[in-house]
């Protein structure tokens, strides 16, 4: 196994994962389907890529409302 020197980020820093794929969210991520949208009725997240919003730019997206599946 091994560690790769990525920054330590702070220790309290909690972790979001995806409430569809069961993945890690992450920030900073060039790919649009990897970023987070949340949803408005509930306090789940999702990656762009797991919504019904797959394959739309983030920058279009993240303006309109959003139901996850277990809201709509
Ligand atoms: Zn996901
Ligand atoms: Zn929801």
Not at 12 to 40: A, F, R, T
């Amino acid at each position: 196994m091994t560690t790769a020197p990525i920054q330590e980020n702070k220790k309290s820093k909690e972790i979001i994962k995806c409430s569809s794929c069961e993945e890690e969210l992450v920030s900073d991520v060039e790919e649009d389907e990897q970023k987070n949208i949340g949803c408005d009725q509930c306090e789940r997240w999702f990656h762009l890529g797991c919504t019904e919003f797959i394959g739309l730019k983030y920058e279009d997206v993240k303006s309109r409302d959003f139901s996850c599946l277990y809201c709509s």
